[in-house]
Nanobody, 127 residues
Framework: QVQLVESGGGLVQAGGSLRLSCAAS????????MGWFRQAPAKEREFVAA????????IYADSVKGRFTISRDNTKSTVYLQANSLKPEDTAVYYC????????????????????WGQGTEVTVSS
């Protein structure tokens, strides 16, 4: 079992930045590839970014590429999402999730590919 707790959300103006954190507890953190998803009101949950268990490889949704950066510190069992140049359309609840494997696979960009989820942290970007 892995427990995930997100933090760092809040209200920010367009063009601003936030750093989201997700602290994990449980089994060896590096055994899990980690992902960030988001869900806006009345919309489906969508993939944002993912990172391998070692932190050596990352992938991003086209909508955030060049603005968001996913990273992890396995010594702290924490994954981060640095969100820069935020836009109103980035407003959503952001969730971190853990895959039951350290590598990225075809299902990495789908919510169904993740075994564990946090409770979410809300990000609101004002125009």
């Amino acid at each position: 079992q892995v427990q995930l707790v997100e933090s760092g959300g809040g209200l920010v103006q367009a063009g601003g930045s936030l750093r989201l954190s997700c602290a994990a507890s449980g089994r060896t953190f590096s055994s899990y590839a980690m992902g960030w998803f988001r869900q806006a009101p009345a919309k489906e949950r969508e993939f944002v970014a993912a990172i391998t268990g070692s932190g050596g490889y990352t992938i991003y949704a086209d909508s955030v590429k060049g603005r968001f950066t996913i990273s992890r510190d396995n010594t702290k069992s924490t994954v981060y999402l640095q969100a820069n140049s935020l836009k109103p359309e980035d407003t959503a609840v952001y969730y971190c999730a853990a895959q039951a494997r350290p590598v990225l696979v075809a299902a990495t960009m789908s919510a169904s590919g993740y075994a564990y989820w946090g409770q979410g942290t809300e990000v609101t970007v004002s125009s």
